[in-house]
């Protein structure tokens, strides 16, 4: 691989005041069940609508975090991150309901990690407050990427289930004891291997998030045994095997540390195949159980890596192979 230098930031007073979480009846009933703030019994939540739903979902994230975090509508300086949908539309009309500047994101299911280091530059550049939010709907992704619900077309086994869910997270210049605090971060670039299948994303994935996490320890002289864990967005099963093969051969062992959001949020017998994927993946299991984790104690200093693949209907129709991009941050307490 060819990694290119000089891709990671320090930051010194970005720190994680609150976490807020919207998941879905599936998300709840995996892994981390009673975790969320708020997980829904109808992935409709009373819309007519998926994609109201999401949107939805998107605004109580956004009003969930702030209120949780004692803060008002007024105190927040900018509402940042994205979703799947086309032109970031679920994103875009909820921070309708908001006051604060908006800057909508998108790079996939890396979106919710991208939003936290454009909103921790934000932060250490005069923001005092800024919201950052990711999230997607399984049934709104899989009708715009794949096939018509209704057609009950049948999965394969290398395939994994959009995530049902929207994490909030409000980052500020305001330190406070016991918060955690994001302290470097890399940017991912684009990495491209050829994958074509569309079902198979956590392989066209896992060669990003070799190359963002080789380059930050090369970058940083940090090494897998400075963290208690390092935790991949939404490469599932088979993208964590490649990533851990890949990382082997760049000399980089993080078979003990390595666990991803995606693979983590259902059980086996939920029948996800892969595990899930979708910009709510890191969002929701980072706002709960690993910020959780980190006020607690039992996290020290962890790596948390937003993966994503490049793709749209447009492009695969078309052909053409599945670029990724993975960015990275590490988060201190």
């Known amino acids: 691989m060819d990694y290119y230098k000089n891709r990671t930031l320090t930051f010194e007073n970005s720190y994680i005041i609150e976490g807020y979480t919207v998941a879905g ?14 997980a829904l019994n109808d992935d409709m939540f009373g819309q007519n609508t998926f994609e109201r739903a999401e949107r939805k979902m998107f605004e109580h ?50 979106t919710y990690a991208e939003s936290l280091i454009v909103g921790s530059c934000l932060v250490s550049n005069g923001y005092e407050n800024v919201v950052c939010v990711a999230g997607s709907h399984f049934s709104t992704a899989e009708r715009q990427y794949r096939y018509p619900l209704e057609l009950g077309v049948l999965r394969s086994p290398v395939t994994q289930w959009t995530a049902t869910g929207v994490g909030a997270t409000v980052l500020s210049n305001q330190s406070a004891v016991g918060v955690p605090k994001i302290t470097r971060a890399t940017i991912g670039r684009v990495v491209d291997y050829g ?110 890596l937003g993966t994503g693949a490049l793709m749209s209907p447009t492009t695969s129709f078309q052909g053409d192979s599945i670029p990724a991009i993975t960015h990275l941050v590490e988060v201190c307490i």
């Open 25 to 38: 009846p599936k998300e709840n009933d995996g892994r981390y069940k009673g975790f969320f703030d708020l």
């Open 61 to 110: 994230a956004i009003d969930g975090v702030i209120g949780k975090a004692n803060l008002e509508n007024g105190d927040v300086d900018a509402v940042l991150g994205g979703d799947l949908l086309n032109q970031n539309v679920s994103m875009s009309f909820s921070a309708r309901k908001q006051h604060a500047g908006f800057l909508g994101l998108y790079n996939a299911c890396a």
């Open 195 to 304: 994958i074509m299948d569309v079902n198979n994303m956590g392989a066209a994935m896992a060669p990003s998030a070799c190359d963002t996490l080789v380059t930050f320890f090369r970058d940083t002289n940090a090494c897998p045994d400075d963290y208690d864990v390092i935790y991949t967005g939404d490469l599932g099963k088979l993208g964590s095997d490649i990533l851990l093969d890949l990382a082997r051969q760049e000399g980089c062992d993080i078979s003990s540390k390595q666990h991803d959001c995606g693979a983590s949020l259902y059980w086996d017998e939920q029948q996800t195949y892969q595990g899930g994927s979708g910009a709510a993946c890191s969002a929701l299991v980072f706002n709960s159980v690993l910020l959780g984790r980190l006020r607690r104690g039992e996290y020290k200093k962890i790596l948390l």
